[in-house]
T-cell receptor, first 110, second 114 residues
Framework: RKEVEQDPGPFNVPEGATVAFNCTYS??????FFWYRQDCRKEPKLLMS???SGNEDGRFTAQLNRASQYISLLIRDSKLSDSATYLC???????????FGKGTSLLVTP | DGGITQSPKYLFRKEGQNVTLSCEQN?????MYWYRQDPGQGLRLIYY???????QKGDIAEGYSVSREKKESFPLTVTSAQKNPTAFYLC?????????????FGSGTRLTVV
């Protein structure tokens, strides 16, 4: 069983649409959670951390459900520049390496 | 500005050769990591190091070696024992106590076997 699972997509949405990605993780002891964005042939970049209470950064909202072991990312008012792969990332224990999902591909079209 | 520098950006290796990928950071981070990314595979952990002169194998360490002689540097050697080395290699770092913080990544090295 994969530790971090995501729907690979692709999600094709028009500009201005709202799109949501989900991610599940297998280890209930996981401590910290992140969403990264990766553009084609580039390195991943931290989009936002995910907190139990949920958190928002502009058009992006992240939620964590520890009971169901899933994480979500909501993007409102999609822009063409949001087209990228979104990686769900989980940290099992402090000091250990991060576990990455395979990513969900988003294409925002005019 | 602080950051992580990986070099070279592109690297071509002949069959049977060892090659070394450079990773240098000036963020004063304790922990450093090497990942490999293949299409459709996501990022897989090769090696990581929490402190100088110490490192641990990740999920796919076979055919790779590392050293951590300085806090700033964590080079990765791809040996001839690695049978399928063509991939995108990413180096990352973070504060050792920064469990709630994500990584900073370098811009990566694309290795191709010719």
């Amino acid at each position: 069983r994969k530790e971090v699972e995501q729907d690979p997509g692709p999600f094709n949405v028009p500009e201005g649409a709202t799109v949501a990605f989900n991610c599940t993780y297998s280890n209930s002891a996981s401590q910290s959670f992140f969403w990264y964005r990766q553009d084609c042939r580039k390195e991943p970049k931290l989009l936002m951390s995910v907190y139990s209470s949920g958190n928002e950064d502009g058009r992006f909202t992240a939620q964590l459900n520890r009971a169901s072991q899933y994480i979500s990312l909501l993007i409102r008012d999609s822009k063409l520049s949001d087209s990228a792969t979104y990686l769900c990332v989980v940290n099992l224990v402090s000091g250990y390496a991060l576990n990455f999902g395979k990513g969900t591909s988003l294409l925002v079209t005019p | 500005d602080g950051g992580i520098t990986q070099s070279p950006k592109y690297l071509f290796r002949k069959e049977g050769q060892n090659v070394t990928l450079s990773c240098e950071q000036n963020l004063n981070h304790d922990a450093m990591y090497w990942y490999r990314q293949d299409p459709g595979q996501g990022l897989r952990l090769i090696y990581y190091s929490q402190i100088v002169n110490d490192f641990q194998k990740g999920d796919i360490a076979e055919g790779y070696s590392v050293s951590r002689e300085k806090k700033e540097s964590f080079p990765l050697t791809v040996t001839s024992a690695q049978k399928n080395p063509t991939a995108f290699y990413l180096c990352a770092s973070r504060d050792r106590g920064g469990a709630n913080y994500g990584y900073t990544f370098g811009s990566g090295t694309r290795l191709t076997v010719v």
